[in-house]
């Protein structure tokens, strides 16, 4: 399972690739024709996936990593409260590394300033290293705004698990 945004949804569908199996009811339109937005999506094939490498450092990613965890006060915020930190401040050379940035959020990060977490007195939840996956799920379906639409298709891939 993925999940993938409307625009590679519809191209995916009109190069015949996939099933629509459910719907938005959201319309798009182009110049000549509109599309209701599919929902739910079953490939008509089988797409063996292939290993992409080590994973790109991005401010998203980051938050994947730390699961949208401020890494000193270990509260969780939505992704607009929350900033990258530097563990070694770029000041004092630190690079901007998975093994040198964090996930903080605003409080936190101005409380800490140009300073090492020991020179602060804010010990780190967790060593920063790089991952070796991130999920595929967006912050919001972690807060319980799965489409309904979806939620029988998540349940028959449970059951297989």
Not at 78 to 103: E, F, I, M, R, Y
Request: charged letters at 20%; hydrophobic letters at 35%.
């Amino acid at each position: 399972m993925r999940v993938v945004n409307w625009q590679k949804a519809l191209i995916l569908w009109l190069q015949g690739k996939v099933e629509i199996l459910e719907y938005h009811s959201v319309v798009v339109r182009s110049a000549r024709m509109q599309f209701q937005l599919p929902s739910v999506l079953r490939l008509k094939s089988y797409v063996k996936s292939r290993a992409l490498g080590p994973v790109r450092f991005s401010r998203e990613n980051v938050y994947l990593r730390d699961d949208y965890t401020c890494q000193y006060c270990q509260k969780e915020f939505p992704p607009s409260q929350l900033t990258l930190d530097h563990v070694v401040p770029a000041s004092k050379n630190g690079k901007k590394t998975w093994s040198n940035v964090v996930t903080a959020c605003r409080k936190c990060n101005q409380r800490k300033a140009n300073r090492t977490p020991d020179g602060a007195s804010m010990p780190l939840l967790k060593v920063p290293k790089p991952p070796l996956w991130l999920p595929a799920v967006p912050f919001e379906m972690r807060n319980n705004a799965i489409p309904p639409s979806w939620l029988q298709y998540l349940r028959a891939g449970s059951k297989a698990s």
